[in-house]
T-cell receptor, first 115, second 112 residues
Framework: EADIYQTPRYLVIGTGKKITLECSQT?????MYWYQQDPGMELHLIHY?????STEKGDLSSESTVSRIRTEHFPLTLESARPSHTSQYLC???????WGTGELFFGEGSRLTVL | SQQGEEDPQALSIQEGENATMNCSYK?????LQWYRQNSGRGLVHLIL?????REKHSGRLRVTLDTSKKSSSLLITASRAADTASYFC????????????FGEGTQLTVNP
């Protein structure tokens, strides 16, 4: 079992609300990632971090922001949610034994619906 | 451009049959990984094959990698209803900076 946790699992909110999706891992991994996935579709990388105080934008443009103040915590924030933000958000971390190796460990996902 | 395209998009078989899924990619890689996702859940890592490997086995899973054709296949032997899920390949590119790029996935349905 992967020790990476996402909350909330499901969230339904109105347009314009600010939301934060939480992601925590207890494996001591430096690398963490946020992916966005629509049902039955591919994953798109929206943010990643290589360690504390390191954050980068991914391949898919996103209006969300992230922070990495502690190794174990990588929250994602939407300042003003819109219906176009409706999706599943998956957090992952990676333990790397050497450059270019290592699997991703995923949380169970946060399914966001914006009305 | 899409890195990691899978074929077929959907596959429906009977229990006991073998399931084969294919993945093609465009750039040079360090390794290629396969993941499984049950509906509405996170992804679970299945197997990793390095660029200098050609075949790898894990239980009922067999993965092949052909770097000259930039393709990989995942074979699940003696499938079970519990194997029903989406399967994704992910490439760890040489210049991707430790970021994995996922394919579109294959939805496998195993009928009892």
């Amino acid at each position: 079992e992967a020790d990476i946790y996402q909350t909330p699992r499901y969230l339904v909110i109105g347009t314009g609300k600010k939301i934060t999706l939480e992601c925590s891992q207890t494996m001591g991994h430096d690398k963490m990632y946020w992916y966005q996935q629509d049902p039955g579709m591919e994953l798109h990388l929206i943010h990643y971090s290589y360690g504390v105080n390191s954050t980068e934008k991914g391949d898919l443009s996103s209006e969300s922001t992230v922070s990495r103040i502690r190794t174990e915590h990588f929250p994602l924030t939407l300042e003003s949610a819109r219906p176009s933000h409706t999706s599943q958000y998956l957090c992952a971390s990676r333990g790397v034994a050497g450059w270019g190796t290592g699997e991703l460990f995923f949380g169970e996902g946060s399914r966001l619906t914006v009305l | 451009s899409q890195q990691g395209e899978e074929d077929p998009q959907a596959l429906s078989i009977q229990e006991g049959e073998n399931a084969t899924m294919n993945c093609s990619y465009k750039t040079s890689i360090n390794n290629l990984q396969w993941y499984r996702q049950n509906s509405g859940r996170g992804l679970v890592h299945l197997i990793l094959i390095r660029s200098n490997e050609r075949e790898k086995h894990s239980g009922r899973l067999r993965v092949t990698l052909d770097t000259s054709k930039k393709s990989s296949s995942l074979l699940i032997t003696a499938s079970r209803a519990a194997d029903t899920a989406s399967y994704f390949c992910a490439t760890d590119g040489e210049t991707s900076g430790s970021r994995l790029t996922f394919g579109e996935g294959t939805q496998l349905t195993v009928n009892p």
